[in-house]
Structures are given as structure tokens and as C-alpha cells.
């Protein structure tokens, strides 16, 4: 009689059993993520293909907005998902420092046109002009086109006919006073480098850095009550004392 009661009485803890392995029995099979992303295959390749033309510069090309709305398209599901958000990053991030790069340099190239000239002081007297020392020799058929970025600032005082001359120092916003030199206006100069007539020469660590015009050079004036004033030296005169 026990024999036959304890089965009787198995048979529902069978069934319960049995339940509960068919309960958990899709917890188990169910997969991690989605299929791959055929729009993030595409991306990829075209990222992998520009960036290995153009480097940093790729993140500033046209291209890039096409490769981010593909990984747009990535379904959130896909197993691609996570390496699509991470390149977008990788994209983001790489445009913001590379527009970056560029604005900075571009300040620089704006603030080299922005020059100040030192305060302005009276004019020596003049002295007797120079002797040109005697010019160096020249291919023939080379002509002498003056002082260019790049050259000896040396040439400045020994070649040229002597028609170059030391002026006052150029402040250049930024990187500080720059020595410049303007061309004498004996007509043989201005015959022989018709290009420098109303230019700067501005020479850095001992050599020819860039011409500016006379027009652009922005002069500016200390007041006595502390304040400062600015004109363009062609067209202005400096202020009297105030009372």
C-alpha cells in the first residue's frame, strides 16, 4: 500500500518538473542581438576607404554626412549597433578638431595682416645718401626682381643698387616688433623694382618674411591723458597735446 501511494503521488512532481524545464527552455535560447547591418558594412567601407586617402582631413569632407546617415540607419537591435555609435563618435569628434585647426590658422593668417607700427617719433634729419655698393653679378638674362619671402635679410644692405633702407620696426599683433624696410625713392629704384613702390619688406630671423603695402600698416598714437588713437600714417597725423 505505501509502495503504490509514494507513486501515486510522484507523478505530479513529474509534471511540474517538466514545466518548468519548458518554461526556462527559451530564456536559454534567446539570442544576444539582431543580424548584421548590411548599411554598416557599407559606412565602414566607405570611412576605411577616404580616411586612407586624406587622413584627419577626411573628417572635413562632404563624404562624412553620407557615411553618418547610413550608421543612422543601423537598427538599434543589430549586432552592428554598438560599432556603428562608436565610429559616429569617432567621426564627431574628429570634425570638431579638425575645424578647430582650422579656425586657429586662419586667425593667424588675419592677425599677420593686422599690424601695428611702434609709437611715431620725430623724423631724423636726413642724411646724404649712400654710396651703393657695387651690385653683385647676374646670369645674363636673369633679371633682378628684388628681395622675395625667403631671402637673406643680408641682401637688404649689400645688393639690390642700395635702393633698400631700414625703416621702423613693424609690431605685428601677436608675435611682436619685426624689423621692415622700405625702398628709397631715387627714380633708379623705382624703375629698377617697380613692385616695392609704397611696399614694407618685414624680415624675421634674418630673413625676408613678407611684403605688406604702406596702406595696410595701421599706426597707432599715445595721448597724454593715457588713452591711444589710430590712423593709417598716409592719411593721419598724429594729435597735438591735449589741455
Known amino acids: 500500500m505505501r509502495i503504490h501511494s509514494l507513486t501515486t503521488l510522484s507523478r505530479?512532481?513529474?509534471?511540474?518538473?517538466?514545466?518548468v524545464l519548458i518554461a526556462l527552455a527559451?530564456?536559454?535560447c534567446k539570442k544576444d542581438s539582431g543580424p548584421p547591418s548590411p548599411e554598416y558594412e557599407q559606412a565602414h567601407q566607405r570611412?576605411?576607404?577616404i580616411y586612407a586617402q586624406k587622413l584627419d582631413q577626411a573628417f572635413l569632407d562632404p563624404e562624412m554626412d553620407a557615411i553618418d546617415a547610413l550608421l543612422e540607419?543601423?537598427?538599434a537591435d543589430s549586432m552592428d549597433a554598438p560599432s556603428a555609435k562608436e565610429l559616429q563618435q569617432r567621426i564627431k569628434a574628429g570634425r570638431a578638431k579638425m575645424e578647430a585647426a582650422q579656425e586657429e590658422q586662419q586667425e593667424a593668417i588675419e592677425s599677420a595682416h593686422q599690424v601695428d607700427s611702434v609709437p611715431s617719433s620725430p623724423e631724423p634729419e636726413a642724411e646724404p645718401e649712400p654710396t651703393p655698393p657695387p651690385a653683385?653679378?647676374?646670369?645674363?638674362?636673369?633679371?633682378?626682381?628684388?628681395?622675395?619671402?625667403g631671402s637673406p635679410a643680408s641682401e637688404l644692405t649689400a645688393g639690390y643698387l642700395?635702393?633698400?633702407?631700414?625703416?621702423?620696426p613693424i609690431d605685428i599683433q601677436g608675435k611682436g616688433l619685426r624689423d621692415a624696410w622700405e625702398m628709397s625713392s631715387r627714380a633708379r629704384c623705382s624703375q629698377q623694382y617697380p613692385a616695392f613702390v609704397g611696399q614694407v619688406v618685414l624680415v624675421e630671423d634674418g630673413k625676408v618674411?613678407?611684403?605688406?603695402?604702406?596702406?595696410?600698416?595701421?599706426?597707432?598714437y599715445k595721448l597724454q591723458d593715457g588713452g591711444t588713437s589710430t590712423g593709417n600714417p598716409n592719411t593721419e597725423k598724429s594729435p597735438g597735446p591735449t589741455k
Open 26 to 28: 527559451p530564456a536559454g
Open 136 to 149: 653683385e653679378p647676374k646670369d645674363a638674362g636673369t633679371p633682378d626682381l628684388g628681395p622675395v619671402a
Open 162 to 168: 642700395g635702393c633698400f633702407q631700414a625703416g621702423k
Open 12 to 19: 505530479p512532481l513529474v509534471g511540474l518538473v517538466s514545466t
Open 73 to 75: 540607419q543601423v537598427p
Open 209 to 220: 618674411l613678407a611684403m605688406l603695402p604702406k596702406s595696410a600698416i595701421v599706426t597707432t
Open 47 to 49: 570611412f576605411s576607404k
